[in-house]
């Protein structure tokens, strides 16, 4: 690992270890934790090693978040670079790169990067000086360092940085013999979930000496997820000063294919949002937003449903997007702001968009829940 590379967050040590974002030009976050001391709790103390055995670390348990992924900055070249990585994924563009490939290089980075870079820099967290999406993995890392003493937490990004290779060999070199990688969907998806643990699986394919391993499952049905979502719904809705006629789930589209082939990830959006409806008694619909292409994706579409949604007599409306831990370009610009606009302009009178769980202390609470379940038998008794 260089010298300038983040660090993991070391549990439990929360103002020892700071996180500052990086800027613009794409530099990743740097940590103040210092993992060349041995922690004296655990099993691999270097006390046990003879004096000339070669410096090293081991015996703790680490943990993983991952997330899809984010530019560099909200600019046209690395939006490009962004993009070619992403939609070359076989699990994302399921088209034979031969018939792909020629049209994503000639006609979709040639288009496309302007115009999404121009949607970046509206939601590009200027203080930060980073993306929403990087910022808030990084705060809902700290956050579960903190929850989960004497273990080793880190985060990566499928697409972008930082990437997935690098910290994991982040926290081998901290000493982690066992590893939980979560990535941060709650409803599974080949393109998603799936791909990110591709890429896991891919890096220690090289490693001689492999940790222990585990993944998240999908946590869609979880009542503890499920309440979050309530629980945010609640406190959304009462800030507004208006009842909404309907409570719309937008998640992210697939394409229809997927689901004829196997994938889980409609059934468990649609179990979500079942769930949220009986949790909170409201009326609840679903809808599936970011399409590419001409194939038939899953539907409803968001787009035509806000359209539609006022000639049926709902012209209040909230949204939420219970499909995503922290908000992003999806959320907070096709959503909240286009979406916003597709609604009023149909005839709606009222619109919301509840944020995602984030970093907040529910959304926390959450994810140090559901991991530390997962990490049963690998942590001592509390």
Known sequence: MSDDAPLPLRGGARDAAQPRPGGASGERPTYAADFSTPDPSAKGERSHLPPDHPP????????LLVNLGTPAAPETGPVRRYLAE????????ELPPILWQPLLRTVVLMTRPQRTAANYAKIWDTAAGDSPLRVITLAQAAALAADLPGVVVDWAMRYGTPTIPDRLAALKEA????????PLYPQYSSATTGTANDLVFRTLMRWRWQPALRTLPPYHDDPAYIDALAQSVGHGVAALGWTPDLLLASFHGMPRSTLDKGDPYHCQCRKTARLLAERTAMPVEVSFQSRLGRAEWLKPYTDATLADLPARGIKRLVVLCPGFSADNLETLEEVAMEGRATFLA???????????????AVGNAVLAAIVRRELAGWLPPS
Do not use: H, K, M, Q
């Open 86 to 93: 992403f939609l070359s994924d076989r699990r994302v563009v």
């Open 175 to 182: 000493g982690c013999e066992r590893v939980l990688i979560a």
């Open 346 to 360: 149909a005839g709606g009178t009222d619109f919301a968009y509840l944020p995602c769980l984030n970093a907040g």
């Open 56 to 63: 090293v670390t081991f015996g703790r348990v680490g943990v």
